[in-house]
Nanobody, 127 residues
């Protein structure tokens, strides 16, 4: 099984920014659609964004459009989520996941049939 590793979470004030990073030591992510999910306490896990392999199309859930940007750097085997203008509603554990069933995103998935997941990184937006 492949284990992804997220980093970059933390405590930030409303309106602030964070950049999350995701990598998979010893595993090449180039050929897979990559996703960010998040889960707030007491809420269902939701898909945040998806980026296709080889700099293909990207997708975002409506609540983060215009504020979040997903990207990937194959040379660094890393996927990023740049989060700007953060809101308290963005507070959640953010998970990176590789979709092992596909190279191209099809919207923002609710879940993955076959995926490799990270342990999550906490993002807290509070004054």
């Amino acid at each position: 099984q492949v284990q992804l590793v997220e980093s970059g979470g933390g405590l930030v004030q409303p309106g602030g920014s964070l950049r999350l990073s995701c990598t998979a030591p010893g595993f090449n992510l180039d050929y897979y659609a990559m996703n960010w999910f998040r889960q707030a306490p007491g809420k269902e896990r939701e898909g945040v964004s998806c980026i296709s392999a080889f700099d293909g199309p990207t997708y975002y859930t409506d609540t983060v459009k215009g504020r979040f940007t997903i990207s990937r750097d194959n040379a660094k085997n890393t996927v990023y989520l740049q989060m700007n203008n953060l809101k308290p509603e963005d507070t959640a554990v953010y998970y990176c996941a590789s979709d092992l069933n596909r190279s191209n995103c099809v919207g923002v998935p609710k879940d993955l049939v076959v995926g490799s997941w990270g342990q999550g990184t906490q993002v807290t937006v509070s004054s």
